[in-house]
């Protein structure tokens, strides 16, 4: 199994841009999530999706869209790139609620100048 | 969401142990985490304990949870300079996120 992948590792935006960031997992896990970790911030939710088409927002989810299409993939779209954006973002997935183990990717470091 | 409160920093002598302290906000929670990161690297998961535990031991860690005080603690025995990471405390929030605290630096010095 590869875990849970995240693609790209690196990337810079103009203000205005908009990109899709790609999380895939290859555990058959039903919950999946987005948080954005920055400095002295801890990592914080942006959405969560607790199976195929099923998609809720966290405690930071604006200027952030998702869907689950599948159970494998939970892209992250950002609509229209801004500098407060800027940030180190992680996708992570979890079997169920039983299940107590949360797996984290690798992480994807934006930079919206 | 209400803050999961951890020190910000932690400076330890190697062979000396460390205690990063936590207070969480759900008593409801059932699991609660330590996860550590290491400089550019993802969370790992290092240990758990669940709700009904008192303590938990796994090899040189030990994690000390009093549910009153909703405080939470991880202890590493035996501290090595490679221990030196981020050690992040998280709870559940609603029954499917984690929401993670602020994050404890520990350096570990030779």
């Known amino acids: 199994n590869a875990g849970v992948t995240q693609t790209p590792k690196f990337q810079v935006l103009k203000t205005g841009q908009s990109m899709t960031l790609q999380c895939a997992q290859d555990?058959?896990?039903?919950?999946m999530s987005w948080y954005r970790q920055d400095p002295g911030m801890g990592l914080r939710l942006i959405h969560y999706?607790?199976?195929?088409?099923?998609?809720d927002q966290g405690e930071v989810p604006n200027g952030y869209n998702v869907s689950r299409s599948t159970t494998e993939d939970f892209p992250l779209r950002l609509l229209s790139a801004a500098p407060s954006q800027t940030s180190v973002y992680f996708c992570?997935?979890?079997?169920?609620?039983?299940?107590?183990?949360?797996?984290f990717g690798p992480g994807t470091r934006l930079t919206v100048l | 969401g209400e803050d999961v409160e951890q020190s910000l920093f932690l400076s330890v002598r190697e062979g000396d142990s460390s205690v990063i302290n936590c207070t969480y906000t759900?008593?409801?929670?059932?699991?609660l985490y330590w996860y550590k990161q290491e400089p550019g690297a993802g969370l790992q998961l290092l240990t758990y304990?669940?709700?009904?535990?008192d303590m938990k031991q796994d090899q040189r860690l030990t994690v000390l949870l009093n549910k009153k005080d909703k405080h939470l603690s991880l202890r590493i025995a035996d501290t090595q300079t490679g221990d030196s990471a981020i050690y992040f405390c998280?709870?559940?929030?609603?029954?499917?996120?984690?929401?993670f605290g602020k994050g404890t630096s520990l350096l570990v010095t030779p």
């Open positions: 992570a997935s979890r079997q169920d609620l039983g299940r107590n183990e949360q797996f």
């Open positions: 555990m058959n896990h039903e919950y």
């Open positions: 999706s607790v199976g195929a088409g099923i998609t």
């Open positions: 759900d008593s409801s929670s059932t699991y």
């Open positions: 304990i669940f709700s009904n535990m």
């Open positions: 998280a709870e559940i929030a609603n029954g499917y996120a984690l929401n």
